[in-house]
C-alpha cells in the first residue's frame, strides 16, 4: 500500500527548556529551522512540546528530514500520517504506513482523553484490523517485534501515526550561548572544532588569515567550502579573510626562525580578538589539540594564549585525530580538508619550531616588530564576507 506520511513531527530536548529562558530558546529554534528549510514550501505549526511540517511537497520529505537533522536544539525527528481522531481514519492511515510482513506492536499515547476507547483497547482493535488487512503474513507480539507503530492522539482532535525516530543533531540551538569567532584554516580540525562548539548554541564567526600570493585563491576557495558546510549546522557565517603576508615577512626578517609559527600564532590570537570584539563576539575557538604539532605543546598554548583575554575555546584538546577524522566525515568537511592546497603557515614553515617557548622571549623577539601598526594594517585590510546556507 502507498505510503501517506504529510506531516513531520518534530521533537526538542525538554532540558533547556526549564526556566525563565524557554521563550527565548524556543523562539530560536523555531527561527534555525525555518532557515534550515529555505527554499521549501511547508506549513509550520507547533503545540506543546512538539513542532510539526506539514503540506509540504511528498518528494520533498527526505530533503526535509536530511535539514532538520542538522539543526542544533532538536533531539528527534519523525515522518507521520497525521489524520482526524477517528477509528477508520486511524486504522487505514496505519495500513498504509504498516509493512506486509513482519512482528509489530502498537504503542498507543491517549492525550485526547474525549476518545471512547482506552489506549489498551485501542491498540488491540488497531492491531487487529491490520491482521486482517494486510495479507495475513503479519504477526503481533508486545515484547519482541521488529517494528512498533506510535498512534498520538492528540488533544488537538488530530492523531499522529509513526515508526521512526530518526535522531536529531542534540544540542542547543544555535545563537542561544551568543557569538564566538572561530579561527578557520584549510585544514581538517578547525572545521571540526567550530562544528562541536556550534553544538553547545554558539553563533559562529570565522576568521582566515591568508599569505597570498604565496596562498592560491583555490586555498581561500577551500576555506570558504568548508565554512559553507558548516552552515548546514549553524546558519550563515560571517568570514573574515585578514592579509597575512606583511605579518610574516616582519617576522620572518626580524625574528628567530624556531620561533616563526609562535610569533605568528601570538598575532593570529591578537588580531582574531580585535575583530571578534568588533562582532560582539565573546569568545575564541581554535582546533588544537594538546600534542598534536609543536605548536600544541602547554606551553606553545601558554604563550599564544597570554596575548588575549577573550576566553578561547579549545573542544578537540583531549581528541585524537582519529577521532576528529570520525566528526570530519559526519558533517562532510573531510574531503575538503584533504585538498592538497599551501597552508599561511607553510609557507615560512621553520626546519626546527620551538617545542617549549617561552613568554619572556616570544615578548623579546616581538620588541623588534611595530606589533599595533602590523595588526591595525591588517584589521584594517580585512575583507569580510558573508557565508549563506542558501546559495
Ligand atoms: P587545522 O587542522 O585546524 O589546520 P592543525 O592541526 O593544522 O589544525 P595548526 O596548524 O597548528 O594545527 O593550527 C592550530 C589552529 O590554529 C587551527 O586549528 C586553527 O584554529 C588555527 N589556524 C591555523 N592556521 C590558520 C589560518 N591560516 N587561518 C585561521 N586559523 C588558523
Ligand atoms: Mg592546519
Known amino acids: 500500500m502507498e505510503v501517506k506520511y504529510n506531516c513531520i513531527l518534530i521533537r526538542f530536548g525538554e532540558i533547556f527548556l526549564k526556566g525563565n529562558n524557554r521563550a527565548y530558546f524556543e523562539s530560536l529554534l523555531i527561527k534555525n529551522i525555518k532557515n534550515s528549510l529555505t527554499g521549501i514550501d511547508y506549513r509550520f505549526s507547533k503545540t506543546q512540546g512538539r ?12 530533503e526535509i528530514i536530511s535539514r532538520l537533522t542538522k539543526v542544533f536544539g532538536i533531539h528527534s525527528i519523525s515522518p507521520t500520517v497525521k489524520v482526524k481522531t477517528d477509528f477508520d481514519e486511524i486504522c487505514k492511515a496505519a495500513a498504509s504506513i504498516t509493512p506486509s510482513q513482519g ?25 487487529g484490523y491490520l491482521l486482517k488487512h494486510t495479507g495475513g503474513k503479519l504477526k503481533v507480539n508486545l515484547f519482541e517485534y521488529d517494528f512498533d507503530l506510535n498512534v ?23 545563537g542561544c550561548s551568543g557569538n564566538a569567532m572561530l579561527l578557520l584554516s584549510g585544514g581538517i580540525d578547525s572545521p571540526v572544532a567550530g ?25 581561500l576557495q577551500k576555506v570558504k567550502d568548508l565554512a559553507k558546510k558548516l552552515t548546514a549546522y549553524c546558519g550563515d557565517i560571517k568570514l573574515a579573510v585578514v592579509p597575512f603576508t606583511e605579518i610574516q615577512y616582519a617576522i620572518h626578517e626580524h625574528c628567530p626562525q624556531e620561533f616563526m609559527i609562535t610569533i605568528m600564532r601570538r598575532f593570529m590570537m591578537r588580531i582574531a580578538e580585535r575583530i571578534a570584539i568588533k562582532n560582539e563576539c565573546g569568545a575564541l575557538i581554535t582546533g588544537e589539540a594538546l600534542g598534536q604539532v609543536a605548536s600544541q605543546t602547554m606551553q606553545s598554548i601558554q604563550v599564544t594564549n597570554s596575548v588575549v583575554t577573550l576566553p ?6 583531549g581528541s585524537d585525530k582519529s577521532e576528529i577524522i570520525d566528526i570530519a566525515n559526519k558533517i562532510d568537511t573531510f574531503d575538503i580538508s584533504i585538498r592538497p592546497y599551501e597552508d599561511c603557515c607553510t609557507v615560512f614553515l621553520p626546519k626546527n619550531p620551538v617545542i617549549k617557548p617561552k613568554i619572556e622571549d616570544a615578548v623579546e623577539y ?8 602590523l595588526i591595525d594594517k591588517a584589521v584594517e585590510n580585512t575583507v569580510m564576507e558573508i557565508i549563506s546556507v542558501e546559495d
Request: proline share 5%; glycine share 6%.
Open 51 to 62: 513542532y510539526y511540517i506539514e503540506e509540504f511537497n511528498p518528494e520533498d520529505m527526505d
Open 103 to 127: 512482528v509489530f506492536r502498537v504503542t498507543v499515547k491517549r492525550a485526547d482523553k474525549r476518545f471512547p476507547m482506552t489506549s489498551m483497547e485501542l491498540g488491540a482493535k488497531i492491531g
Open 152 to 174: 498520538d492522539l492528540r488533544e488537538s482532535g488530530y492523531s499522529y501515526l509513526f515508526y521512526d525516530k530518526i535522531m536529531g543533531a542534540q544540542g542547543l540551538p544555535t
Open 195 to 219: 562544528y562541536v562548539m556550534a553544538k553547545r548554541g554558539l553563533r559562529i564567526f570565522a576568521i582566515h588569515y591568508h599569505s597570498f600570493p604565496y596562498t592560491s585563491e583555490l586555498a
Open 312 to 317: 578561547v575555546f579549545r573542544p578537540l584538546i
Open 366 to 373: 616581538e620588541s623588534r616588530l611595530d606589533i599595533e601598526a
